[in-house]
């Protein structure tokens, strides 16, 4: 068997890179979120600025057989990268996992990479025991962190979106709530680039260790056009100051594929503004928004909080989000490299 880097250009090579991706994350996982095959050859074949995506697949004769990417920030948190290795099912226990694996970590080492994350999501009842965990502890990965995955269904029809906003608000004035689709107004990305880059050192994150991120408003605008073309909307709704700052976000995605899913990505207020009931306002007037965009194929909007972050799991709980899996998150902390001196 051999381990070698992903052919991008071969189109039925990415085509099976995809398939055992998709087969991999699906198995026994009835919530998974998964990439469409257009989203992920531009996800993949692109490049961005701010992050590297190093793919490779395992061989097996003439048949792809494995494959995985490590998905490596380049201009902030260097230290940091985050592993997918894939196999299909019905190809497990060959060591075709721990194969890719150790090739996705031999390139993240090359590249002085000192903290490697692998997250995965299995069923409350075998947190202690799933084989996704033995594999990532076989491997030398420690439980880190642990978010819990929850969905919303769709249409909200048994919690009163308006009542839950107008409760909200004698709490915030001086601040107004706003919902855009891409791209976001010039006049506040800075804020909101401000307040992007704080969501990885903001979270409860474990054992994991963050730096602030470099989020720019020239990189929102590669990603909105990355977004546009991949064919997914996304709908961020805003807190913002009289004085015209954003202070908090909260972001939902409908992808292009991924039926029956809308996926939650990030919610945050930044620190200073915290205490004024932003969060409420902004997942409320998210899904109250989110219901005129979207036909009754979408049926469930994903979420995923750790599970030490009391106060957005209670923010989704009110709004009628339910935990269906685990979604931990194993760290492999390498030795910091020694630099190396001229003779």
């Given at each position: 068997?051999?381990?070698?880097?992903?052919?991008?250009?071969?189109?039925?090579?990415?085509?099976r890179f995809?398939?055992?991706?998709?087969s991999?994350?699906?198995?026994e996982?009835?919530?998974?979120?998964?990439?469409?095959?257009?989203?992920?050859?531009?996800?993949?074949?692109?490049?961005?600025?701010?992050?590297?995506?190093?793919?490779v697949?395992?061989?097996?004769?003439e048949e792809?057989?494995?494959?995985?990417?490590?998905?490596?920030?380049?201009?902030?948190?260097t230290?940091?990268?985050?592993?997918?290795?894939?196999?299909?099912?019905?190809?497990?226990?060959?060591?075709?996992?721990?194969?890719v694996?150790?090739?996705?970590m031999?390139?993240?080492?090359?590249?002085?990479?000192?903290?490697?994350v692998?997250?995965?999501?299995?069923?409350?009842?075998?947190?202690?025991?799933?084989?996704?965990?033995?594999f990532?502890?076989?491997?030398?990965?420690?439980l880190?962190?642990?978010?819990?995955?929850?969905?919303?269904?769709?249409?909200?029809?048994?919690i009163?979106?308006?009542?839950?906003?107008?409760?909200?608000?004698?709490?915030?004035?001086?601040?107004r709530?706003?919902?855009?689709?891409?791209?976001?107004?010039?006049?506040?990305?800075?804020s909101l680039?401000?307040?992007?880059?704080?969501?990885?050192v903001?979270?409860p994150?474990g054992?994991?260790?963050?730096e602030?991120?470099s989020l720019?408003?020239?990189?929102?605008?590669?990603?909105?056009?990355?977004?546009?073309?991949?064919?997914?909307?996304k709908?961020?709704?805003?807190?913002?100051t009289?004085?015209?700052?954003?202070?908090?976000?909260?972001?939902l995605?409908?992808?292009?594929e991924?039926?029956?899913?809308?996926?939650?990505?990030?919610?945050?207020?930044?620190?200073e503004?915290?205490?004024?009931?932003?969060?409420?306002?902004?997942?409320?007037?998210?899904?109250?928004?989110?219901a005129?965009?979207?036909?009754?194929?979408?049926?469930?909007?994903?979420?995923?909080?750790?599970?030490?972050?009391?106060?957005?799991v209670?923010i989704?709980?009110?709004?009628?989000?339910?935990?269906?899996?685990?979604?931990?998150?194993?760290?492999?902390?390498?030795?910091?490299?020694?630099?190396?001196?001229?003779?």
């Open positions: 068997m051999e381990i070698r880097r992903l052919n991008l250009a071969d189109e039925a090579e990415l085509a995809h398939a055992i991706g998709e991999a994350e699906r198995f996982r009835p919530y998974a979120t998964t990439w469409g095959l257009d989203e992920m050859r531009i996800e993949l074949t692109e490049v961005d600025p701010s992050e590297r995506k190093d793919c697949v395992a061989v097996d004769g792809v057989v494995g494959a995985g990417i490590a998905f490596s920030a380049t201009n902030d948190n230290h940091l990268s985050w592993l997918m290795p894939w196999v299909e099912p019905h190809r497990r226990r060959r060591g075709i996992g721990s194969a694996l150790a090739e996705l031999a390139i993240c080492r090359a590249d002085r990479r000192t903290d490697l692998l997250e995965t999501g299995y069923p409350f009842e075998r947190r202690d025991d799933h084989p996704y965990r033995q990532a502890e076989k491997n030398g990965f420690v880190a962190n642990t978010e819990i995955v929850r969905v919303r269904t769709l249409p909200v029809e048994d009163d979106l308006d009542a839950l906003m107008a409760q909200a608000a004698p709490h915030h004035r001086g601040y709530i706003e919902t855009f689709d891409d791209p976001i107004p010039e006049a506040l990305l800075p680039c401000a307040a992007y880059n704080r969501l990885a903001d979270a994150g054992d994991l260790e963050f602030p991120e720019t408003p020239e990189l929102v605008r590669v990603h909105e056009d990355q977004r546009r073309r991949q064919g997914r909307r709908v961020s709704t805003l807190a913002i009289d004085a015209g700052e954003v202070v908090g976000y909260s972001d995605v409908i992808p292009p991924d039926l029956p899913n809308v996926w939650q990505w990030g919610t945050l207020v930044t620190a503004h915290r205490g004024h009931h932003l969060g409420m306002a902004m997942k409320a007037r998210g899904l109250r928004e989110l005129a965009r979207i036909g009754p194929e979408r049926t469930r909007v994903v979420t995923c909080n750790a599970e030490q972050n009391g106060y957005m209670s989704n709980e009110r709004l009628g989000f339910r935990a269906v899996e685990v979604a931990p998150a194993f760290l492999l902390r390498l030795p910091v490299p020694t630099a190396v001196s001229g003779p």
